[in-house]
T-cell receptor, first 113, second 116 residues
Framework: KQEVTQIPAALSVPEGENLVLNCSFT??????LQWFRQDPGKGLTSLLL?????REQTSGRLNASLDKSSGRSTLYIAASQPGDSATYLC????????????FGKGTKLTVNP | EAGVVQSPRYKIIEKKQPVAFWCNPI?????LYWYRQNLGQGPELLIR????????DSQLPKDRFSAERLKGVDSTLKIQPAELGDSAVYLC??????????????FGPGTRLTVL
C-alpha cells in the first residue's frame, strides 16, 4: 500500500528566501507525481506533474524533482513571496490495478513580508 | 476553458438527513473522481469513473454513499443518511485518460459539508 509523507508539516520563512518542500513515498512503482497548492477553503491547483521517466519539471519560480529509486520528490520555490503562502500537497499516482492519487497531508507554508 | 465545477460550495445539514453533491468535469475529460478531504489531511479517493463506469469504488462506504455519472459527463455523489463523521470537504476531479498523455488531474473548488 502506497504511503506518502510530507515534511515539514508547517514552514514559516521570510519573504525572498528560497525553500524546499519534501515528499517521500513508499512504493516506487508510480506512474507520475503531482504537486498541488491549496489555499484556505479552496480546491487544489495543480502546480507541476512529473512523469515517472522524468527527473524534474520547472514552472516559473517552481522546480520539482523526482527520484524514484529513493522514493523522494522535492518542490523548490525560489525567491518566495507572501502570495506563495498556502498548503502544498504532493500526490503519487499508483500504477496498475487501482490507479489513483495517494496524497500526503501537506506542508503549510507561510511567507512573511 | 472552464474548470471543474461543483455545487453547492457549502452545505450544513442535521445528522440522518440526505445530501447530494454535483460535479461537472472539464469538457472532454473521460475520467472523473470523487475525493473526501478531512481537516488537516490529504484527499482520499472515494470513487473513480471512466466514462459511465465506476472502475474503482473500493473506498466508497456503500451502506450510505452512492454515486452516479449519467451519460459519462456530470456526476452526483449522495449520502443518505449523513453522520457526524461525514463532515469534510468533498472534491471532484477530472482527467483525460488514455494510452498516452500525462493523466493530470484537475480539481474543483469542493463542497464543504458540515453535519450537525
Amino acid at each position: 500500500k502506497q504511503e506518502v509523507t510530507q515534511i515539514p508539516a508547517a514552514l514559516s520563512v521570510p519573504e525572498g528566501e528560497n525553500l524546499v518542500l519534501n515528499c517521500s513515498f513508499t512504493d516506487s512503482a508510480i506512474y507520475n507525481l503531482q504537486w498541488f497548492r491549496q489555499d484556505p477553503g479552496k480546491g487544489l491547483t495543480s502546480l507541476l506533474l512529473i512523469q515517472s521517466s522524468q527527473r524534474e519539471q520547472t514552472s516559473g519560480r517552481l522546480n520539482a524533482s523526482l527520484d524514484k529509486s529513493s522514493g523522494r520528490s522535492t518542490l523548490y520555490i525560489a525567491a518566495s513571496q507572501p502570495g506563495d503562502s498556502a498548503t502544498y500537497l504532493c500526490a503519487a499516482r499508483t500504477q496498475g490495478g487501482s490507479e489513483k492519487l495517494v496524497f500526503g497531508k501537506g506542508t503549510k507554508l507561510t511567507v512573511n513580508p | 476553458e472552464a474548470g471543474v465545477v461543483q455545487s453547492p460550495r457549502y452545505k450544513i445539514i442535521e445528522k440522518k438527513q440526505p445530501v447530494a453533491f454535483w460535479c461537472n468535469p472539464i469538457s472532454g475529460h473521460n475520467t472523473l473522481y470523487w475525493y473526501r478531504q478531512n481537516l488537516g489531511q490529504g484527499p482520499e479517493l472515494l470513487i473513480r469513473y471512466e466514462n459511465e463506469e465506476a472502475v474503482d469504488d473500493s473506498q466508497l462506504p456503500k451502506d450510505r454513499f452512492s454515486a452516479e455519472r449519467l451519460k459519462g459527463v456530470d456526476s452526483t455523489l449522495k449520502i443518505q443518511p449523513a453522520e457526524l463523521g461525514d463532515s469534510a470537504v468533498y472534491l471532484c476531479a477530472s482527467s483525460l485518460e488514455g494510452t498516452s498523455g500525462y493523466r493530470e488531474q484537475f480539481f474543483g473548488p469542493g463542497t464543504r459539508l458540515t453535519v450537525l
